[in-house]
């Protein structure tokens, strides 16, 4: 009997032009992978676009309430920060679904991360996961710091950093780079 696979797909910022890890490309990757396996996806491909992983996403639970209930035998993510950002939380929401599947089913569920080659039916699988989901989350706030450290500066620059542009004013080009408002 051929097992049933759930994709989950997730970007933090939605971007047209980011080929390489955009939605679309996770889902090609996966779905090749699925083929070689003989998993079969059909529509259960569960996407957060413009989400960031350190949120909590509705398809995010989903795909692991999927895992959970036996809707889906093996949850694909392209890789593990694409499931999440969220450190340690993340590894036990899955541990949860796995073992919940466990409970309730005479066949075990599968979380498999394509990129970090990482599967939860290898030993030590928890382990290295906790590895990655801590090194994600530390990326997250790495980007957090750096973003609010470049909109502090530039504010003290004068320029215009976004969000609505107060009434009575307009968005003009800054004399060295960037916007101000004039």
Do not use: C
Request: no cysteine; hydrophobic share 40%; aromatic share 6%.
């Amino acid at each position: 009997m051929s097992k049933t696979a759930v994709l989950y797909l997730r970007l933090s910022v939605s971007n047209s032009d980011d080929v390489s890890d955009s939605v679309v490309r996770q889902e090609a990757d996966l779905r090749a992978r699925a083929a070689v396996e003989g998993w079969e996806i059909g529509d259960r491909v569960l996407v957060d676009d413009g989400v960031s992983g350190g949120k909590e996403r509705n398809n995010a639970t989903l795909a692991l309430d999927m895992l959970a209930d036996g809707t889906a035998d093996v949850l694909m993510v392209w890789k593990l920060d694409r499931f999440g950002r969220r450190g340690a939380r993340d590894v036990v929401a899955i541990e949860d679904a796995l073992e919940k599947r466990a409970a309730t089913s005479n066949s075990p569920g599968l979380f498999f991360s394509l990129v970090d080659g990482l599967r939860s039916d290898v030993d030590m699988w928890a382990t290295i996961a906790g590895l990655y989901a801590g090194q994600a989350k530390q990326e997250r706030l790495n980007t957090s710091t750096r973003i609010r450290a470049a909109v502090h500066t530039n504010r003290g620059n004068g320029r215009f950093v976004g969000g609505t542009v107060p009434f009575g004013f307009r968005p003009a080009p800054h004399p060295v780079n960037g916007r101000t408002l004039a």
